[in-house]
């Protein structure tokens, strides 16, 4: 009796945890590295890295080069999710969901914008983020409609 609870037991689980490919150490497939509001391109733009190269690159910034190891360039994706400009401070831009299909990951972003009667630094800003993805699938990227935008 035992031995058929602990097989069923062994069976639900490995069911449930399909074919998604997770990163050991955190579980997760996604993990946002950086979300800064300043910094990022001057249009509105998002990148997926996914060349050695490119990575490496990532490996330079200051902000990233504690986040991402060696082992990530052929374990991982990344992708640069850059805003574009704006005329005050408040935006954000982030990813709020990760899918994984058998063949891709989609990632669903939400661009934040200020509420109209808050309080925000007077500056241009580059709202921007980085994101790790613990898969070497395809990513295909999908916003959330500007509507929902402002909830």
Known sequence: MKKSILLLLLVGLSSCTGTKEVS??????????????NGGGNIQFYEILSEP??????????????????????????VVLNMGERNSGGYSITVVNAEETATSIILTVKESTPPTDAMVTQNITYPYTVVKINSKKEISIKSRPFSALRK
């Open 24 to 37: 050991a150490e955190t579980g997760k497939l996604y993990e946002v590295l950086t979300e800064q509001s």
């Open 53 to 78: 190269r490119e990575i490496r690159m990532l490996m330079n910034d200051e902000l990233l080069k504690d986040k991402i190891d060696e082992k990530d360039i052929v374990k991982s994706n990344f």
